[in-house]
C-alpha cells in the first residue's frame, strides 16, 4: 500500500494543505494555485465548515484536480472522501481507525494518519496505512494542539520506528526549514501556514 503515496508524490517532496482561514481563498482556488506551484497531491483540510459545504468545495476542487491530473486527500472525513471518490483521506487519532476506513474506501485509496510520538508512530505502521505524519515539528499556530514539538532531532527515532511506511512531517514547516528535516529521512514536508501568509496579503 506504501507505494500508492509516494507515487502520488511524483518525485516531490512538497504536499501542501489547504486553509481557507488563512488563505482567503476557496479550497478549488487553493488548488489551482498549488498545482500552478507543482503540487501532485494536496490534502483538503476544514475544520470549521458545515459539512454540506465543504463537500461542495471539496467537489469543486477534485474537479479541478482531476482535469490536471492531480490527486486529492481528505482530511477527517472519509464520508465525503468516499461520496466523491476522492483519491484519499488523511486521519487523525480520534477519527475513524484506518483498518476501518480502509474497508470503505478499498485498497487503492491512499490513507496517511497523524501520530505525535515514537510510540504512535510504531503502531501507526502497523496498520492499513500508506504513510505516517509525524508532528509538531516546530511550533504552529496552524492547529491547537497539546501535543509536544519533536524538533529535527526527533525524527531520525520517528523514521527507525515506522520503517519503509513513507513519513510526512508537519507542524511550523515552513520552505526555508525544510530541506533540514528532508535531511533526516522524511518522504515529504507537510506546508499550511507557510504557503498562504502571503496569499492572504496579496487578495483584494
Keep these: 500500500m506504501s507505494s500508492s503515496f509516494i507515487e502520488a508524490l511524483a518525485g516531490s517532496s512538497f504536499y501542501p494543505i489547504t486553509d481557507k482561514q488563512i488563505s482567503g481563498l476557496s479550497h478549488s482556488e487553493q488548488v489551482v494555485r498549488l498545482i500552478d506551484r507543482g503540487a501532485t497531491v494536496i490534502q483538503l483540510r476544514e475544520k470549521s465548515e458545515h459539512p454540506k459545504q465543504f463537500y461542495a468545495e471539496a467537489e469543486a476542487a477534485l474537479r479541478v484536480a482531476r482535469e490536471r491530473g492531480v490527486s486529492i486527500i481528505i482530511n477527517d472525513r472519509v464520508d465525503i472522501a468516499l461520496a466523491l471518490g476522492a483519491h484519499g483521506v488523511h486521519l487523525g487519532q480520534d477519527d475513524l481507525p484506518p483498518v476501518v476506513a480502509r ?102
Design 103 to 204: 474497508g470503505l474506501l478499498g485498497p487503492q485509496a491512499i490513507i496517511g494518519l497523524s501520530t505525535h510520538s515514537v510510540t504512535q508512530a510504531r503502531i501507526a505502521a502497523r496498520l492499513p496505512v500508506d504513510y505516517v505524519a509525524i508532528g509538531p515539528i516546530f511550533p504552529t499556530s496552524t492547529k491547537d494542539s497539546s501535543n509536544p514539538t519533536l524538533g529535527v532531532e526527533g525524527i531520525p527515532a520517528v523514521k527507525e520506528a515506522v520503517g519503509p511506511i513513507p513519513l510526512v512531517a508537519i507542524g511550523g514547516i515552513t520552505q526555508e526549514n525544510a530541506s533540514l528535516i528532508l535531511q533526516n529521512g522524511v518522504s515529504a514536508c507537510a506546508l499550511v501556514s507557510d504557503l498562504w501568509r502571503e496569499a492572504a496579503k496579496n487578495l483584494p
